[in-house]
């Protein structure tokens, strides 16, 4: 019963998210309510949705945002010229896209007929513009070779002007290009690491869904940030275990793939060693993932790849799978995991028995207590 993805009423559309990693050497402060948390050597950017936006309002997530035809631009050939030539300006060797469950077929609507950059250029400058536009955060780098050994990320200073440069940007994307030439600077597009895809799963008829791709970004220090007060009313810099504390305790809130995320990236101790993991990574097939949603007696549980319950069956993109049972029974008459187990809207269990295909990292198993609920 497997197929391709039918493009339907629900409106696919492709996005880029920028998952931004700075090092830290402020001390942190221990919180009256709890402990000092344990020491990371990075912070993550995250945002704060407006609650008047339409998707996600609310949540915490990190920057980014749907695909433009100004990101796949002819024009943006000018302003990499001379020192770096298409189709990938420098990027290495293509990563392999696993034909994995879904296939969206080949006439599943792109943004630009008359594209003249690969997707995975084309992403990363959509992931930079939305980084600039809600958070004022410019990944540029000054026009000209790069150097030799793969470095962290650069961010400029704001110019002056920033406001009314975000404002053009947001009415019309194709003035990111001309802000990048104005500053005669490119967008940092090599310091962007492949990192994972998701695709939004189903949970209502004409829902919005999305085919994110996440990239990841080291920087040696945190920027200042500028939120746009439409999209994002709010922004901090959280440490992994910071932020999952933050989301058990209700101080935040995170849709299941940005918890996921944050969840993996608890793997990392320092910036240097995530760094590392992302250029030893370069050459390994990136994994996209398409969540089912099983609807329990007591809560859900989005399904993933690997999972024994998981069914590559394209009816299930559009319908939900159900069941009498409560999450707790399921999980005793299971063994091969790899799904979020969602109680309520802050209590979300992580359950990984599968090892990564590709040699990501995948989150260590994460059960909230009770007791902290």
Known sequence: MSGPLRPGPSGWRRAATLVLAAGWTRPVPAAPSRPLPPPEGFRLLLLQRSERQGFLPGAQVFPGGVLDAADRSADWLRLFAPHHQPPRFGLGPARTRRAAFPALPDAWPRAGDTASLPDDVAFRICAIREAFEEAGVLLLRPRGPLPAAREPGRVLEPPPGLGDWRARVRRDPQHFLRLCAHLDCTPDIWALHDWSAWLTPFSRKGGRRFETT????????????????????????????????????????????????????????????????????????????????????????????????????????????????????????????????????????????????????????????????
């Open 214 to 373: 996440f990239f990841l970004c080291c920087l040696r220090e945190p920027p200042p940030v500028f939120p746009d007060l439409v999209e994002v009313v709010d922004c901090q810099w959280s440490s992994p275990s910071e932020a999952t504390e933050s989301f058990t305790s209700k101080e935040i809130w995170f849709a299941p793939p940005q918890f996921y995320e944050i969840r993996r990236l608890e793997n990392f101790a320092s910036l240097s060693d995530l760094h590392k993991f992302c250029l030893d990574h370069e050459l390994e097939e990136v994994e996209r993932w398409m969540p089912i949603t099983l609807v329990t007696a007591d809560g859900m549980m989005h399904l993933l790849p690997g999972d024994e319950m998981y069914l590559e069956d394209s009816n299930f993109l559009e319908n939900l799978m159900s069941t009498e049972k409560k999450n707790a029974e399921i999980m005793k008459e299971g063994k091969k995991f790899h799904r979020v187990v969602i109680y309520s809207r802050h209590d979300y269990n992580i359950h990984v028995t599968v090892q990564s295909k590709h040699k990501h990292v995948y989150p260590k198993n994460y059960v909230v207590s009770k007791s902290r609920l």
